[in-house]
């Protein structure tokens, strides 16, 4: 099969690869009907997560079920399955407490590759969830999309308690920032304050329920978000981006007794006073895509919500060095890959 591989920073080839076949009697094989690229896959791409050896990439994924392995009960071939980016038995007590991509068994769906032909689904009875039919081409993207960025931008929102009546602020406007925004309005959110500089994306923003966009940064966004919450700031902020610097920018942006929810891969040390006097509630880390697919699953497809409008670039499996540079360049907010 062909797949996309990392050999170093920057480059990235379309390759020939093993099929995957079953290997644990937990397993499933999918042929993909569409991959994409993420931004967390930027940070080996740029060389800020090292890489030392040519590695297969992708985390995203749906598509058809080839095969299952014998102790596979629930997903049979033929269906249309999303997963999530961690594959999970969904059994453990990690898991019944809502946190699957912690499962103790858990296995990291990166390793695997899933921007390729087929792939290889562990723990699929925990990972994979069908879809009611076989969907339609226009629904692929929003089911793509809830394999992973729809499922970490509402876990940011979840995180950081939004609720109906509450300001949130939202740090970074890419797919999961965006994807935060419209789950903060699903969750009910008064007033949705979106940190962007990108007139494309302040537009998809506004359209899934901001009512505000600060384009200033750091201390000068810090401030104006203060001036639209009467000097508190904001009850709810999510941070969707992983550098020191938007997580400063979110902890300054929330009131004392106020939530961050972050789900942006934090690179770089931050301040222990800072923390400590901001009095803020932190929530985070990789989000358990699992526990929100069948209510994003029905939401998709009784067109309640569009989250597949956040890929704006779309190209064949054999141009995914194109999509990574796009989304570097912030040519494109999200590449989808088509096979």
Same mark, same amino acid.
């Given at each position: 099969?062909?797949?996309?591989?990392?050999?170093?920073?920057?480059? =990235? /080839?379309?390759?020939? @690869?093993?099929?995957?076949?079953?290997?644990?009697?937990?397993?499933?094989?999918?042929?993909?009907?569409?991959?994409?690229?993420?931004?967390?896959?930027? %940070?080996?791409?740029?060389?800020?997560?090292? =890489?030392?050896?040519?590695?297969?990439?992708?985390? &995203?994924?749906?598509?058809?079920? &080839?095969?299952?392995?014998?102790?596979?009960?629930?997903?049979?071939?033929?269906?249309?399955?999303?997963?999530?980016?961690?594959?999970?038995?969904?059994?453990? &007590?990690?898991?019944?407490?809502?946190?699957?991509?912690?499962?103790?068994?858990?296995?990291?769906?990166? *390793?695997?590759?899933?921007?390729?032909?087929?792939?290889?689904?562990?723990?699929?009875?925990?990972?994979?969830?069908?879809?009611?039919?076989?969907?339609?081409?226009?629904?692929?993207?929003?089911?793509?999309?809830?394999?992973?960025?729809?499922?970490?931008? %509402?876990?940011?929102?979840?995180?950081?308690?939004?609720?109906?009546?509450?300001?949130?602020?939202?740090?970074?406007?890419?797919?999961?920032?965006?994807?935060?925004?419209?789950?903060?309005?699903?969750?009910?959110?008064?007033? +949705?304050?979106?940190?962007? /500089?990108?007139?494309?994306?302040?537009?998809?923003?506004?359209?899934?329920?901001?009512?505000? +966009?600060?384009?200033? /940064?750091?201390?000068?966004?810090?401030?104006?978000?203060?001036?639209?919450?009467?000097?508190?700031?904001?009850?709810?902020? $999510?941070?969707?981006?992983?550098?020191?610097?938007?997580?400063?920018?979110?902890?300054?942006?929330?009131?004392?007794?106020?939530?961050?929810?972050? =789900?942006?891969?934090?690179?770089?040390? *931050?301040?222990?006073?800072?923390?400590?006097?901001?009095?803020?509630?932190?929530?985070?880390?990789?989000?358990?895509? @699992?526990?929100?697919?069948?209510?994003?699953?029905?939401? +998709?497809?009784?067109?309640? $919500?569009?989250?597949?409008?956040?890929?704006?670039?779309?190209?064949?499996?054999?141009?995914?060095?194109?999509?990574?540079?796009?989304?570097?360049?912030?040519?494109? +907010?999200?590449?989808?890959?088509?096979?």
């Amino acid at each position: 099969m062909r797949g996309a591989i990392l050999h170093a920073a920057y480059d =990235v /080839r379309v390759e020939h @690869r093993d099929d995957p076949t079953i290997i644990e009697p937990t397993d499933a094989i999918i042929r993909l009907s569409a991959t994409c690229v993420c931004g967390s896959d930027l %940070w080996p791409y740029r060389g800020i997560e090292a =890489v030392t050896d040519p590695c297969p990439m992708g985390h &995203e994924y749906v598509g058809i079920v &080839e095969a299952v392995g014998h102790d596979v009960a629930t997903i049979k071939p033929g269906q249309f399955v999303i997963g999530s980016f961690f594959a999970s038995d969904n059994t453990c &007590e990690i898991c019944r407490a809502g946190y699957q991509s912690s499962c103790i068994h858990r296995e990291l769906m990166g *390793l695997i590759g899933t921007q390729a032909e087929y792939a290889r689904v562990p723990l699929a009875d925990g990972t994979l969830v069908a879809t009611p039919e076989v969907p339609s081409a226009d629904l692929i993207p929003s089911f793509l999309a809830a394999s992973d960025v729809l499922g970490t931008g %509402w876990f940011g929102a979840v995180a950081a308690e939004v609720a109906p009546g509450k300001t949130v602020a939202v740090v970074g406007d890419g797919a999961v920032g965006l994807l935060g925004v419209l789950a903060a309005k699903q969750l009910g959110a008064e007033r +949705i304050i979106m940190m962007s /500089r990108h007139e494309p994306r302040q537009q998809m923003a506004r359209e899934f329920g901001a009512t505000d +966009i600060i384009e200033e /940064r750091g201390d000068e966004g810090v401030a104006l978000i203060k001036e639209l919450t009467g000097g508190f700031g904001a009850h709810s902020v $999510i941070e969707a981006v992983g550098t020191r610097e938007s997580m400063l920018q979110a902890i300054g942006s929330v009131r004392p007794g106020g939530h961050v929810g972050y =789900v942006g891969v934090t690179h770089g040390e *931050l301040p222990g006073d800072q923390l400590f006097f901001s009095h803020a509630h932190l929530h985070g880390g990789p989000a358990p895509v @699992r526990r929100f697919l069948p209510e994003h699953i029905d939401l +998709i497809a009784n067109g309640d $919500i569009n989250p597949g409008r956040v890929f704006d670039l779309t190209l064949p499996l054999d141009q995914a060095a194109e999509g990574y540079r796009a989304m570097d360049e912030r040519r494109a +907010i999200k590449t989808l890959l088509t096979l």
